[in-house]
């Protein structure tokens, strides 16, 4: 059988931490072990039925055909009316690039800036698993300002001022944070934006793909800060809003130079999104959000019964979540000990252990530049969490 060398890029890419873990979850479910799966970044609900229907009508009408490479100009508009009604943003339609999921978006950008090392992106962590793989598939530097548990993950403005330099070619941050939950909310952000006033060619790449699952405040686009829109790309999507994961449907707004960079881009490698999602998008975008917001609450309820479980468990550190629907306790109290002579030296080992013991699916945090924590995803049911924390608890008891 060949044997192909494969390319120096593909080598040095890390596998997806979320994806592995819940590759391994499948692999002892299926052997009939009873698997609770709290790894994915999935909402449970099914796409609300409206939407589906919009995607059936389009189907019957024939749109199954290319659709533009920067989406259709029905869906952008619509995409347009949606931030500046929601989100204070004005991108006119052909700002706005409509790519095959969120993350397409955040490649194309990465793929359109992007030359070396000597271009360098801040990443404010915890991050996103993708964020430092792409930007290194792009060639570009990630540089990281780490946060603590105890400041709800909140960086120092002092830790970001010392690596912005001239090198610095975009900053990335998630509000509602994947995988903390942390929101920063206004005045986090106009602060983080005086200190990018000194730097006026850095580009602001928000990824708002959890905005309506937030909780007990607003949500607030730095790109609406006066001055800022001219240098922000916002990046957002339909699989969490309206639970459509499946539908691999995202969009980006921008300033018109990296919009048309990042159409080139994307008009190599996929084209445009598919015709009939689009239509679909469009409705969801033009309909009420009642059902996003009962999607919203159940996860407020789920948040609320992670956090009385998850205090159960002393030696864990939690912040309380604003949003998303992620925990990242600090479990750095639990390594170096082991049980039946396997030792616990990192989130990695103690993340298999509880798949393991308690047959509870958690990922690593060294991934999401959080080496002492797992992060915890609550888009399961109330009864789930309940035992899925009572099984983690009893498998740390077992620990010495």
């Known amino acids: 059988?060949?044997?192909?060398?494969?390319?120096?890029?593909?080598?040095?890419?890390?596998?997806?931490?979320?994806?592995?873990?819940?590759?391994?979850?499948?692999?002892?479910?299926?052997?009939?072990?009873?698997?609770?799966?709290?790894?994915?970044?999935?909402?449970?609900?099914?796409?609300?039925?409206?939407?589906?229907?919009?995607?059936?009508?389009?189907?019957?009408?024939?749109?199954?055909?290319?659709?533009?490479?920067?989406?259709?100009?029905?869906?952008?508009?619509?995409?347009?009316?949606?931030?500046?009604?929601?989100?204070?943003?004005?991108?006119?339609?052909?700002?706005?690039?409509?790519?095959?999921?969120?993350?397409?978006?955040?490649?194309?950008?990465?793929?359109?800036?992007?030359?070396?090392?000597?271009?360098?992106?801040?990443?404010?962590?915890?991050?996103?698993?993708?964020?430092?793989?792409?930007?290194?598939?792009?060639?570009?530097?990630?540089?990281?300002?780490?946060?603590?548990?105890?400041e709800n993950y909140k960086p120092r403005l002092s830790d970001l001022q010392k690596v912005l330099t001239e090198k610095t070619k975009m900053l990335i941050f998630s509000s509602p944070c994947n995988p903390t939950g942390t929101?920063?909310?206004?005045?986090?952000?106009?602060?983080?934006?005086?200190?990018?006033?000194?730097?006026?060619?850095?580009?602001?790449?928000?990824?708002?793909?959890?905005?309506?699952?937030?909780?007990?405040?607003?949500?607030?686009?730095?790109?609406?800060?006066?001055?800022?829109?001219?240098?922000?790309?916002?990046?957002?999507?339909?699989?969490?809003?309206?639970?459509?994961?499946?539908?691999?449907?995202?969009?980006?707004?921008?300033?018109?130079?990296?919009?048309?960079?990042?159409?080139k881009i994307q008009g190599q490698f996929t084209s445009g999104a598919a015709a009939f999602t689009q239509q679909a998008g469009i409705v969801a975008l033009q309909t009420e959000l009642a059902e996003t917001l009962k999607m919203q609450d159940i996860f407020k309820k789920r948040r609320n019964t992670l956090l009385d479980e998850m205090s159960k468990i002393s030696e864990w550190k939690c912040n309380k979540p604003e949003g998303a629907f992620y925990l990242l306790p600090n479990v750095s109290n639990s390594f170096k000990k082991k049980h039946n002579n396997q030792v616990i030296n990192n989130s990695e080992d103690l993340a298999m252990y509880i798949l393991n013991e308690a047959h509870v699916a958690l990922v690593s945090g060294e991934a999401f530049g959080a080496p002492d924590c797992l992060r915890i995803s609550y888009s399961v049911s109330e009864e789930k969490i309940t035992e899925a924390v009572k099984r983690i608890k009893n498998s740390l008891e077992k620990l010495s």
């Open 183 to 263: 929101v920063f909310n206004q005045k986090d952000l106009e602060a983080i934006s005086e200190l990018l006033n000194a730097f006026p060619d850095v580009l602001i790449v928000a990824d708002e793909i959890y905005e309506h699952i937030i909780f007990d405040q607003k949500h607030f686009s730095i790109g609406s800060i006066e001055g800022l829109r001219s240098r922000t790309a916002t990046i957002n999507g339909f699989s969490k809003a309206f639970s459509m994961t499946g539908w691999r449907l995202g969009y980006m707004g921008a300033p018109k130079q990296i919009t048309q960079a990042c159409i």
């Open 1 to 150: 059988m060949s044997q192909f060398k494969l390319s120096n890029r593909v080598e040095q890419l890390n596998e997806s931490a979320t994806l592995k873990m819940a590759q391994k979850a499948r692999e002892l479910s299926s052997k009939g072990i009873d698997i609770i799966n709290l790894s994915l970044g999935e909402p449970d609900f099914d796409t609300p039925d409206f939407i589906k229907s919009a995607a059936k009508l389009a189907l019957d009408k024939g749109n199954t055909k290319y659709t533009p490479v920067a989406g259709t100009l029905a869906l952008r508009e619509a995409i347009s009316h949606k931030f500046k009604v929601e989100n204070q943003l004005l991108y006119s339609s052909d700002e706005i690039i409509v790519s095959n999921g969120a993350k397409q978006c955040l490649a194309n950008l990465c793929q359109a800036l992007l030359d070396d090392e000597n271009d360098e992106v801040i990443l404010l962590a915890p991050y996103w698993v993708s964020y430092y793989e792409i930007i290194k598939l792009a060639g570009g530097k990630p540089i990281i300002v780490n946060s603590k548990v105890e």
